[in-house]
């Protein structure tokens, strides 16, 4: 089944303990990203890449860092959590091709002490 | 990217058609119409989308209007697990240079029994 996996799904942790999320898309898709939501704010994008080893900030970097070494995975990586990262998290991927039609993972629940 | 204006909520009856506005009066000529809906804090679904034509597929149609200036998405035969928050985005041929939806408060669609 074509799928967005992210891992973990809920994640209760405290301020300054480094977390990774994953991500991996089993469709080849070139193309991931990462966002988060809020309350009142939508969705935004953290981070995207369109390739392996090629990735660059969306609207909200700040505080987050991630990697592309392989083609489906894209970790979202929190070194320093701060109680202003907690939020629901998503994954994306798509093929990077004329359309912009995305495959979201099912999300991450983070809660930053 | 161009900006989009749907109402806050919607109510339908289960089985009966939902009809669901967008306008979207700055969209340029490379800019594609988008939905995508968000199940109770689920990841977002891509639905369809099109660029002047009238689009079908096995979730949904898409009518745009001569002028492009406003959509609506409609759901032919609605069902209680059609309660969603729907998105209407426009987004440029090819993604533009980060792939990046643009995701506004939407529409709650709420069906009833």
């Known amino acids: 089944e074509a799928q967005v996996t992210q891992n973990p799904r809920y994640l209760i942790t405290v301020t300054g303990k480094k977390l990774t999320v994953t991500c991996s898309q089993n469709?080849?898709?070139?193309?991931m990203s990462w966002y988060r939501q809020d309350p009142g704010l939508g969705l935004r994008q953290i981070y995207y890449?369109?390739?392996?080893?090629?990735?660059d900030k969306g609207d909200v970097p700040e505080g987050y860092k991630v990697s592309r070494k392989e083609k489906r995975n894209f970790p979202l990586i929190l070194e320093s959590p701060s109680p202003n990262q907690t939020s629901l998290y998503f994954c994306?991927?798509?093929?990077?091709?004329?359309?912009?039609?995305?495959?979201f993972g099912p999300g991450t629940r983070l809660t930053v002490l | 990217d161009a900006k989009t204006t749907q109402p806050t909520s919607m109510d339908c009856a289960e089985g009966r058609a939902a009809n669901l506005p967008c306008n979207h009066s700055?969209?340029?000529?490379?800019?594609?119409v988008y939905w995508y809906r968000q199940i109770h804090s689920q990841g977002p679904q891509y639905i369809i989308h099109?660029?002047?034509?009238?689009e079908t597929n096995e979730m949904a149609s898409l009518i745009i209007t001569e002028d492009r200036k406003s959509s609506t998405l409609i759901l032919p035969h609605a069902t209680l697990r059609d309660t969603a928050v729907y998105y209407c985005?426009?987004?440029?041929w090819g993604g533009g240079s980060n792939y990046k939806l643009t995701f506004g408060k939407g529409t709650l669609l709420t069906v009833n029994p």
């Open positions: 994306a991927s798509s093929l990077s091709t004329r359309y912009n039609e995305q495959f």
């Open positions: 469709m080849n898709h070139e193309y």
């Open positions: 890449s369109m390739n392996v080893e090629v990735t």
């Open positions: 700055t969209i340029s000529g490379n800019e594609y």
């Open positions: 099109g660029l002047k034509n009238n």
């Open positions: 985005i426009v987004s440029p």
